[in-house]
């Protein structure tokens, strides 16, 4: 039989990688029945040193961006050795954009949404080379020509099962200690046009059952002993009672560990003393959420659902039940105004005066993405354009000032170095909450840590001189840190 590979594009060499979830999904199914799966994640290990040549085909992964170009790379490198080798794309990308995709030469197949059953289909059919025309979710070239066929129907995400961890060498990947990642739900049930989340997932919310959940923490928890882990759902907490189950089940196992998870700050006001209390019991002392803007207009252009004075009421209770927030923020919406733009950095400030140990992981650059309801009003109003091929699609960065084609080019510095030095103080509180063995974890050795420390000390003075007195003209300094940044982390 031949083995089939799956593939994680990304920088080579990276120190502060996560568990690769979306190919540890996809080969559970096929490992189930019977297949030779291996799993190469380009992060940390070198994709030129594997042999393609035997293989049944090469599933590629990708968000859009960076990991395009990265799967690029991947692809051509593939397509040279063995250019008869089928190059199979999904992930979040190929999902929203398949014509795309598809139309590259390095691309043979798409699989479009949940990947787990349609690629199990899919690799039966092609293992006894059979047609596969009749598999719903899929997007294919033939004779020249684009075809796709219907969506693909959601999975049962009870059936999934504990994921095969063995498959990847997870001696690489060393934050997992405190910062194991999970997902227990998919989708979100509320209406933000700038969200590209119901693009992938619909605006359906669908979870695991409480027991479910605390059977995979369990396993997780008794075979790697992480600290920490981090539920990766879009919005964990849609139904309380689940989350009243799970907190109340975790209590009495007393594994005596941290999680983080995703709220929405308008939920929080609606909890009562009891219910905070048990969340905090259990050992969610982290949450985030979305802020998205201090302007209230702003919050309603995009459906958000939740006002500013909803913002700060979360902001206090977090103080009160000693949970700190985990807040993003963003500007460059179409129709923004200065005095919203303004409302917004303030909020920042009101946050930090109520609660500075909050952590504010970013006051982002809008980035529209493809398949939203905000992305189509763009293309329709504003006559906004999304790259049209893959190699564009690997060039293209999310919270870049280029995207934000609306704004007059003078205003667009003024929000890059707004992003830039909020990212900043972002970074230098965390580096301050670590102990040193985190960030050694994080940095890959005693020197590079040491270095990490200093060099955004260095940083310091200037971004919060700049923060303060809003000096947001030429942030040359903050873009040569934001360069050293994004490479160590293997970002764009």
């Known amino acids: 039989m031949k083995k089939i590979i799956l593939v994680f594009p990304g920088p080579y060499d990276v120190s502060d990688v996560n568990i690769p979830l979306s190919i540890l999904h996809v080969a559970k199914p096929l490992l189930d029945n019977g297949y030779n799966v291996q799993l190469v994640d380009s992060r940390i290990e070198d994709f030129r040193q594997v042999e393609y040549k035997n293989a049944l085909y090469v599933g590629i992964s990708s968000m859009s961006g960076i990991q395009v170009y990265h799967g690029l790379e991947t692809a051509k490198f593939i397509r040279d050795q063995n250019p008869k080798i089928k190059l199979i794309w999904g992930g979040p990308h190929p999902t929203t954009i398949p014509d795309d995709v598809i139309s590259s030469f390095y691309a043979d197949i798409v699989v479009r949404g949940e990947g787990e059953k349609t690629l199990l289909k899919l690799t039966k059919r092609l293992e006894k080379d059979e047609p596969f025309n009749d598999i719903s979710g899929l997007t294919f070239k033939k004779e020249g020509k684009i075809f796709s066929t219907p969506d693909s129907k959601s999975i049962d995400l009870n059936g999934v099962g504990n994921l095969p961890y063995h498959l990847l060498k997870m001696d690489r990947y060393p934050n997992i200690i405190d910062k194991f990642e999970y997902i227990s739900s998919k989708g979100c049930p509320h209406p933000c046009t700038f969200c590209s989340d119901a693009a992938n997932c619909g605006r359906e919310w669908r979870a695991k059952s409480s027991e479910t959940v605390i059977s995979e923490l369990g396993h997780i928890i008794s075979t790697y002993e992480p600290k920490r882990i981090t539920i990766q ?260």
Do not use: H
């Not at 302007?295 to 995009?302: A, D, K």
């Not at 939740?306 to 206090?316: E, L, N, S, W």
């Not at 102990?435 to 940083?459: D, E, H, P, Y």
């Open 233 to 492: 759902d879009a919005n964990f907490f849609v139904s309380r009672k689940r989350v009243e189950e799970i907190c109340r089940a975790v209590i009495k196992k007393d594994w005596n560990i941290d999680f983080y998870a995703f709220i929405r700050s308008d939920y929080v006001p609606r909890y009562s003393d009891e219910m905070m209390v048990l969340i905090r019991k259990s050992g969610f002392k982290e949450l985030a959420f979305g802020a998205e803007s201090g302007s209230n207009r702003l919050l309603e252009y995009i459906k958000k659902q939740q006002k500013t004075d909803k913002i700060i009421t979360t902001v206090k209770m977090f103080k009160k039940f000693d949970i700190k927030p985990v807040i993003s923020l963003m500007i460059g919406l179409p129709t923004e105004t200065n005095k919203e733009l303004n409302q917004t950095l303030d909020l920042y400030d009101q946050i930090m005066e109520i609660f500075p140990e909050a952590m504010v992981n970013g006051i982002f650059i809008f980035t529209p993405f493809p398949g939203s309801e905000l992305a189509r009003i763009l293309i329709d109003e504003y006559n906004y354009r999304f790259p049209g091929t893959l190699e564009e699609w690997g060039q293209w960065k999310w919270s870049s000032p280029k995207n934000i084609t609306w704004v007059e080019k003078e205003a667009r510095e003024r929000y890059e170095a707004i992003y830039l030095i909020i990212r900043f103080l972002f970074v230098y509180k965390l580096l301050q909450s670590w102990s040193f063995w985190q960030l050694k974890v994080r940095c890959g050795s005693t020197a590079i840590a040491l270095i990490a420390l200093l060099f955004n000390k260095f940083f310091y003075p200037f971004a919060k001189t700049r923060w303060v007195n809003r000096l947001f003209k030429y942030p040359f300094e903050m873009r040569l840190w934001y360069l050293a940044y994004s490479r160590f982390k293997g970002v764009n």
